[in-house]
């Protein structure tokens, strides 16, 4: 993006580079449904885009190299053992096969990966590897191993929507959390989407989000989670 708001697109080619300034956010969406949320300051280049034929129909090869800023990822289906979801930073290497995560990258290179679903397998200066399982987070600096992961909790909020299977969930930034004929879409950094005696749930970060308002015009009822 490049002002105040969110931009949204598709994936481009090999090369293409994705920059939010200071006040900007983003969201890229790739072919296979995997999406990419760029938080404010953030510069990500997509050095390998490349559709991949399997047993199990059309995957990917994708390497993205963060340079700053913070992504928040969601591969929502695992990738076949011929596809791969790369993520580099100037200190660490992130790899995973269906699941969602947070990279953030201080100033001086410095990375923290967080994993809300699945599994990141991180690697860092050596090829020393970490697997960073959900609910935990590790810190790669320069020149170092990844740190042994820890408890990351995220509190949140859970929308239940109990008569409808269409809503939204926006926060105070205009980020959203949405769930449309069933099917979630998530381009708020660290929601999880769940099914609750055939309804449909939304716990999302409690950062104050705005009332959400399905498409019927009801509002849906809220509970701790």
Known sequence: GNGPGAAAGRAGAA?????TLARSRGVVTVFDRSIVVFEPGTEVTIAELLPVNGPTGTSMQLLL?????????????PLPSEGRYVVMTPTATASVHGTAF?????????????????????????GATVNVSAGQATTIGVAQTPTSPVSAPIPTLAFVFDRT??????????????VKDGTPGRYLPGPAVQTR?????????????????????????????
């Open 65 to 77: 190299r963060q340079t700053s800023g913070k992504t928040w990822h969601v591969i929502d289906h």
């Open 197 to 225: 005696e055939t309804r449909p749930a939304a716990p999302v970060p409690a950062t104050a989000p705005r009332s959400p308002r399905p498409p019927d015009g009801r509002a849906p009822r809220r509970s701790s989670g």
């Open 15 to 19: 090369g293409g580079r994705v920059r």
């Open 165 to 178: 299977s269409n809503a939204v969930v926006v926060d105070a930034a205009g980020r959203a959390a949405r």
């Open 102 to 126: 947070q990279v953030a990258v201080k100033s001086d290179g410095t990375t923290e990966i967080t994993t809300t679903e699945g599994v990141v397998a991180t690697s860092g200066a050596g």
